[in-house]
């Protein structure tokens, strides 16, 4: 590239550097063109608001500097920017806040790295990157003083070097050596600086990128420094050369140039040396900015760019930061001659986008990152993509080189005219096109779903695998090749949902398609593939004979899937998506879904309402055996408030029901005839909130209870015998709410009505212990019938309804009570004790049959959790009778049996008027 005229560099400046870029993004790039931003015209020379835009400001990665030291104590290096080093001269090392610039130029240069972006002065190329300064022995012999530098800087495992310094000095007419080229051979060159280029060479082999300014003697060739890979060409991987324009973009005369480092070498802003006010805007030692030029300010352009691209490419090595961003840069020469300029004029805001030419082989470890390659890529040479992580490749890439993916996956969604080889560990995929596929690993097209466009032949080896995903729809992923394809290996399932009985159409070629696949992987436990050639090659699902409950492990979930299976083979319309979810699941899968869609919540309500139905008996019992019949004819109205936990354990199929309830009781009993009987009645509502334990499925009952009871007491011997009966009327108002995500989430409800009718009666001797003690043996019976309307969910395909049933239970009861009286003063107090046994009998495992609304009606049985057969019964209570009128009291009575707990506690209040 050679020089131009003044004009036709500042025309390319204001047409733009990088003109493809949208216009939102273009806007989005303004935003950073702050006059902070402005006051260091570099910036927008080499396009840096677009690297901002997309998001890179250089965070997480460190350039090393050597130079003349730093100014530690300047706000544009606050906080942790500076993140280490050494002073070389005082024998310190530099740290956060610390550090001393004894000439006032590795401030300045340390500012166009890296200056903070905080809205003052100016900032850095690569504003959130940290910097490690290292500052060379004053020495007289520059060999010894700067090599200790490099030496240190090789220990430091530092991407990004930048030297902008220099061993010649002379002008155009002084005794050379004046530039690299004039050392003559490598020996000689290496004779002059024995330490420097023993220092070199372990930075080299430390992988550092060693970013150098040409100088600043208008020489036709670089500083010795910059044009070492000349007579060293083992450095040549890890070398920057940089030489400069002006901050507006013109030419400047004391720049040497590219010349024979024109390989490494590209142009960043220098500014100009003259008039006063010119040149580039940075850090001053001891406060505020100023402006200088030269070589030495162009270099930390790069190597602030070269931050930028690290942090979009964190697994980039030396070589790669270099090719990208010399490929990258914007020709301001006549193409081929490049001996002024190298490259061309640095473009942060392309070169964060990857690489856009292949010189040589382009061989990358990815590390596990996933990354971009969005510019177009031209060249003589290939890419090789290695290790985990995906790359993409979305430009219209021409290189001439192979393409080989030897690990992770390589994405093809713009164009590739290179051949392409995928080794065992690589995988090949993307929606763009390619040359010709040789394909050892893994094929697989698209993004998820898409197709990928081979222009070529494509030809799979044994031991290969082709992996096809599916989407819903019916789309599918694709391969187009213009040439031949040839199948072998491995053909991996993978996505979904498949349907039965469609052609996926998966292969076509040009050529046709030859040879067949080893074997097909699948997980699904009840569709099976089979294949169909014709213009290329599809694939067809079916319906295999393995029934779903053989994965199911319990009777409710074996139960929902033999009423799923009479459907499988034709799903009904309004169930796709269900049975899509069923028919491509894996057998460890099969469990989980039925549980859910065997609609427990409805069986484990009326387990609930059944146990929780003696809870009304209990109620008018405790009533009359606060005292004694006679007590309860002197205070005939009472209130009782009711609150209580009740709990069935699961047994393995149902899952535990948890019931909370509340209610309030109001009633009032009398006299009735000669004969001793007391009739009475009540009525009450309760609130009962119902969960499955770890289901996600709960219920609401609202329940009104009329409740009919009588009792009398006959003298029988020392002690009298006692009797009470009563029956009772509920109407249960009942909302359900389940969860399912099977076909999809969904919110299933419902709400009927539900009716228990109730018999109850308890027979006790009660013996006089003491003169203010009672023992009472007893025996109790109750009957209930619960009769569950019928219902109909709504909220999704997985919606169930199910037919009235009724569910009887009966109890029989024996048990042991006591109580006594006490005085305190006007007040009397009552307390009481009791232990029993319950046995139950009937139905005490619910069950609802159900069947799916939208399905074809097949029903099928869920049981919810079971009621204890037998449980232990525990009683406390404690009245106070403050008066002739008035008496309140607290009791609590429990039961105890296999899985079965129930804790109710009542506060009450029994009056006269």
Not at 79 to 108: L, M
């Amino acid at each position: 590239m050679t020089r131009k005229n003044n004009s036709v560099i500042r025309s390319l400046i204001g047409a733009g550097l990088f003109s493809v870029l949208a216009g939102a993004e273009a806007a989005t790039a303004s935003s950073f063109e702050t006059p902070e931003y402005l006051a260091q015209e570099g910036l927008a020379l080499v396009n840096a608001a677009e690297a901002y835009a997309l998001g890179y400001t250089g965070a997480g990665v460190t350039v090393g500097i050597l130079d003349s030291g730093i100014d530690g104590s300047h706000p544009e290096f606050k906080g942790d920017k500076i993140a280490g080093g050494y002073d070389f001269y005082s024998k310190v090392p530099y740290g956060p806040g610390n550090g001393k610039d004894y000439v006032g130029h590795g401030s300045h240069v340390g500012g166009i790295v890296g200056a903070l972006r905080d809205g003052v002065g100016m900032h850095g190329v690569a504003f959130d990157s940290s910097l490690f300064i290292v500052n060379a022995s004053l020495a007289a012999d520059y060999d010894k003083a700067l090599a200790p530098g490099w030496e240190y800087l090789a220990t430091q495992n530092l991407s990004i070097v930048n030297n902008s310094l220099g061993f010649n000095s002379c002008g155009p007419d002084g005794a050379p050596p004046c530039n690299a080229r004039d050392y003559g051979s490598a020996a000689a060159a290496e004779a002059a600086y024995p330490l420097s280029v023993a220092a070199y060479r372990k930075v080299a082999e430390a992988g550092s990128l060693m970013v150098f300014a040409t100088g600043n003697d208008a020489q036709p060739h670089p500083d010795f420094m910059a044009g070492s890979p000349y007579w060293f060409p083992e450095l040549k991987d890890n070398w920057l050369a940089v030489t400069a324009i002006s901050e507006t973009g013109e030419e400047v005369a004391y720049a040497n140039h590219c010349g024979i480092a024109k390989e490494w070498c590209m142009t960043a802003p220098g500014g100009r040396d003259s008039p006063p006010g010119s040149g580039i805007n940075s850090v001053r030692r001891g406060g505020g900015y100023y402006r200088d030029a030269g070589t030495s300010m162009a270099s930390p352009h790069v190597a602030g760019a070269a931050a930028l691209v690290k942090q979009a490419y964190p697994y980039f090595g030396a070589y790669h930061l270099q090719q990208t961003l010399l490929t990258t840069a914007t020709d301001i020469g006549a193409p081929g001659v490049d001996e002024v300029y190298g490259w061309g004029l640095l473009n942060v805001g392309k070169a964060v986008r990857g690489p856009a030419r292949f010189t040589g082989l382009f061989d990358v470890d990815t590390l596990g990152h996933d990354s971009t390659f969005s510019n177009d890529i031209d060249g003589a040479g290939g890419l090789t993509k290695r290790g985990e992580g995906v790359l993409r490749l979305s430009g219209t890439n021409r290189y001439a080189g192979p393409t080989t993916v030897a690990g992770g996956k390589l994405s093809v969604d713009g164009s590739l005219a290179s051949a392409v080889t995928v080794q065992p560990a690589g995988t090949l995929g993307g929606s763009g096109t390619v040359g010709r596929v040789d394909n050892h690993g893994v094929l697989a097209p698209g993004n998820s779903v898409g197709t990928l466009t081979v222009a070529g032949d494509y030809v799979a080896y044994p031991g290969s695998v082709h992996e096809l995903e599916v989407g819903p729809q019916g789309a599918t992923d694709k391969l187009v090749v213009g040439g031949r394809a040839v199948v072998a290996g491995t053909l991996r399932l993978a996505g979904g949902p498949y349907r039965q009985n469609i052609p996926y159409h998966f292969i076509t070629a040009g050529g046709g398609v030859a040879g067949e696949f080893d074997t097909v992987t699948y997980s699904m436990a009840f569709l099976s593939p089979t294949f169909d050639r014709g213009e290329g090659l599809s694939l067809v699902i079916r319906r295999n004979e393995v029934p779903f409950e053989r994965y199911a492990h319990t009777a409710n979930q074996r139960a929902v899937a033999r009423a799923l299976d009479t459907g499988s083979y034709y799903p009904p319309a309004d169930m796709a998506g269900l049975y899509d979810e069923v028919l491509n699941a894996e057998p460890g899968e099969i469990a989980a879904m039925m549980e859910p869609l065997s609609g427990q919540v409805h069986a484990g309500t009326e387990s609930a309402l059944l146990h929780a139905g003696s809870q009304v008996a209990r109620t008018v019992a405790a009533r009359l055996r606060a005292g004694s019949v006679s007590h309860s004819q002197a205070l005939p109205l009472w209130a009782q408030v009711i609150g209580g936990r009740g709990t069935l354990d699961g047994d393995g199929n149902a899952a535990r029901v948890r019931n909370d309830s509340t209610g309030l009781f109001l009633g009032g009993d009398a006299a009735v005839g000669r004969g001793g009987w007391r009739l009475g009645g009540a009525f009450g509502y309760t609130e009962h909130r119902i969960e499955l334990v770890g289901d996600g499925s709960s219920s609401r009952a609202d329940s009104y209870t009329g409740v009919l009871y009588g009792a009398n007491s006959w003298a029988a011997g020392e002690g009298s015998l006692d009797f009470l009966a009563g029956a009772s009327y509920t109407r249960h108002n009942v909302d359900t709410r389940r969860s399912v995500d099977v076909g999809g989430r969904q919110t299933l409800s419902a709400d009927y009505h539900a009716d228990a009718l109730q018999l109850f009666s308890e027979l006790g001797y009660a013996l006089p212990v003491g003169a203010a003690g009672v023992l009472e043996p007893y025996a109790g019976a109750s009957w209930q019938r619960l009769r569950a309307g019928s219902f109909t969910e709504t909220g999704g395909q997985a919606a169930l309804r199910g037919e009235r049933r009724d569910s009887d239970l009966g109890s029989f009861t024996l048990g042991l009570r006591g109580r006594a009286m006490f005085e305190s003063g006007r007040a009397q107090w009552v307390l009481s004790a009791g232990l029993g046994w319950r046995h139950a009998m009937g139905d005490v495992s619910p069950g609802r049959d159900l069947a799916f609304s939208q399905g074809n009606g097949v029903v099928f049985r869920t049981s919810g959790a079971p009621i204890a057969k037998n449980a232990a019964l525990a009683e406390l209570g404690a009245e106070l009778r403050a008066g002739a009128n008035t008496a309140v009291g607290l009791n609590y009575s429990g039961q105890f049996g296999n899985g079965t707990t129930d804790n109710v506690g009542t506060l009450y209040l029994r009056v006269r008027f």
